[in-house]
């Protein structure tokens, strides 16, 4: 009888703590996306997501069980979304391929049971899954490109993840240097209300500081890290507002204001460091490292590199940081004397340098590529609607002269049977009749023969005009580039960067071997050489520039000294061999 009560009383509890499991996350049942979605972040995912694997599974086992009971299909996939999350970050999956294997299987989960703003998140995943972790850029920015207008027709009340996923887009392009279209999706980002995770109104002011920094617009850049800073502060973010004085500090390295910079970037290193923003503590610890080479302090910039490279293995994306960090190491070695490490060193950078560049070669060819695929489906849709419009011309045709030769048999008929009734004594008569409406069908059946053969004739001679105008299309896409080069007018910074661009894709790597070459030449000087290469001359070049025409001489006068060129060599020549 003892043992029966124990048993009793063992299993009541049992149920009890099962209920009472239960029970703890019914609160999370039919509520809205925009409140669903920040409370299990902020409050359940906060609390499980440092839990071991087992008490974790043993927990989200519960909240599916909970939500599967109640036919909330939400929550349901809330938890299996951050199921996800959870072996993703501590990279619990199989395989990367299984990881993106169990997104797609929630992707089409969730377009099945019409859970909008879950489609619109998981695509989103996906994408990041394809850049980050495959590297297949041209499948990632498609994704990002399809799932744009989805994102845009929700207001951030109804998905409070709006803005994370515009401004993640950004940062996608950024980091793939292209300023542009970063600034367009960082900009809207900035503008979309967010009160949940703070960090993301932050990174949107640091990037778009980043953006201009990249520019050379340091006032622009500091307003926007300030901004930053101002919003950090009011957080407590600590990390950010160190962050951000280090992009400060670096703005200020850039223009030569070491005694500005230095302390700034000390600050920023230590507290990244201290948090594990590793990427952003090493990117300062390469500027720290050259200003302290530059006002002499080369005992201190050792110390820093030392640091560099116990963390260098922490970096998420090494191929960024690495041709920096080499590089600083190889000045390091030379102003030590040691020129057989230094020129190692160097080797290194180089070959990072060149995976990097290879890397965002690589995003352009997606770009080409995605190009062409759309001019090809272009093309065969008006074929398509060409061959459409000219079977339907070649059936009326044919239609309308086959009910023109029935009418014209009926009116032979009906003429022979009248005349050879009324006027079988004229009968002479009706066979001359006869054999004119015979001449006059055979006329007519001939000229429907040549109207065949000349629709045959148009249906070749279109065919020619197609491959003529692809011909013509193919030369027109050659000079595209060019034309677009010359018929640009260089006058605020955003143009420039415009111009820049598509100078590169002509003449690739030629402003970057003309700083290498010449590292003292000013923006300006750059500017005059790119339009020097295309050979525009002295008027053109001073409409394009905003300057007189007698200030194009003083241009070239001041190159001839800063390229050692007596006045009676030849600047173009020099200007063509770089």
């Known amino acids: 009888m003892g043992l029966k009560k124990y048993i009793y009383v063992t299993v009541l509890i049992v149920f009890s703590v099962h209920v009472q499991s239960n029970a703890q996350y019914e609160y999370l049942l039919d509520i809205p996306y ?31 069980a909970t939500a599967k009971k109640h036919n909330d299909a939400q929550l349901f996939m809330e938890a299996r979304l951050h199921e996800w999350y959870y072996l993703n970050v501590n990279k619990l999956h199989k395989s990367l391929d ?81 300023y542009f279209n970063a600034k367009k ?115 201190l910039a050792e110390q820093e590199m030392k640091r560099g490279w116990k963390y260098v293995d922490s970096m998420f994306d090494k191929v960024k940081h690495l041709p920096g960090l080499y590089t600083a190491q190889a000045k390091l070695k030379i102003a030590s004397g040691e020129y057989k490490e230094a020129h190692r060193y160097r080797d290194s950078a180089s070959k990072y340098r060149d995976s990097l560049l290879k890397r965002d070669n690589t995003y352009q060819l997606s770009k080409v590529q995605n190009r062409l695929k759309q001019e090809l489906h272009d093309k065969e849709v008006e074929s398509l609607l060409i061959e459409k419009r000219l079977i339907s011309t070649t059936r009326n045709a044919l ?4 009910a023109l030769i029935g009418i014209i048999a009926y009116l032979v008929v009906n003429r022979q049977r009248t005349k050879t009734q009324l006027l079988k004594s004229q009968k002479s008569f ?4 006869l054999q004119n409406a015979t001449h006059e069908l055979e006329s007519y059946t001939k000229s429907l023969q040549e109207k065949n053969a000349l629709i045959e004739k148009s249906v070749k001679e279109i065919e020619r005009l197609h491959k003529e105008r ?50 003292d030449l000013s923006p300006a000087d750059i500017r005059f050489v790119v339009l020097s290469k295309l050979k525009l001359n002295n008027k053109e070049m001073a409409g394009i520039l905003g300057v007189r025409s007698d200030s194009i001489r003083t241009y070239k006068h001041r190159l001839r000294k800063k390229f050692n060129l007596p006045e009676d060599s030849s600047l173009t020549l020099i200007i063509d061999s770089i």
């Open 34 to 64: 925009a409140q669903l979605a920040p409370t299990f972040d902020t409050v359940v995912f906060k609390k499980l997501r440092n839990l071991p694997q087992a008490s974790f599974q043993k927990e989200i086992s519960i909240i599916k």
């Open 98 to 178: 299984s990881s993106l294997q169990l997104l797609e299987l929630l992707l089409q989960e969730a377009i099945d049971k019409k859970l909008t703003y879950y489609v619109t998140l998981i695509r989103f995943e996906i994408a990041l899954a394809y850049f980050y972790e495959f590297h297949d850029y041209e499948a990632a920015f498609t994704r990002f490109i399809v799932n744009f207008p989805d994102v845009m027709n929700v207001s951030s009340a109804e998905m409070p993840t709006k803005k994370a996923i515009i401004m993640h887009t950004g940062n996608v392009y950024y980091n793939f240097g292209d």
């Open 185 to 299: 999706y960082i900009s809207i980002a900035d503008t979309v209300y967010f009160a949940w995770r703070p960090r993301v109104a932050l990174q949107c002011k640091n990037t778009l500081g980043l953006i201009h920094r990249e520019w050379g617009n340091y006032d622009s850049a500091i307003y926007y890290f300030q901004q930053g800073i101002d919003l950090a502060k009011l957080n407590g973010s600590d990390i950010w507002v160190a962050i951000l004085s280090g992009n400060i500090g670096i703005t200020y390295y850039l223009q030569g204001e070491y005694d500005e910079a230095i302390p700034l970037l000390k600050k920023d290193i230590d507290k990244c460091l201290e948090y594990g923003s590793f990427d952003n503590g090493i990117n300062s610890i390469i500027k720290l490292i050259s200003a302290y080479m530059t006002v002499g302090e080369r005992e």
């Open 399 to 402: 239609l309308g002269a086959v």
């Open 430 to 433: 009706a066979i001359a009749e």
């Open 470 to 519: 692809e011909e013509i299309e193919v030369q027109e896409s050659n000079n595209e580039i060019l034309q677009q080069l010359y018929s640009s007018t260089i006058l605020t910074d955003d143009e420039w960067m415009e111009f820049k661009m598509l100078f590169d894709k002509v003449h690739k790597g030629y402003i970057l071997r003309l700083k290498e070459k010449y590292p």
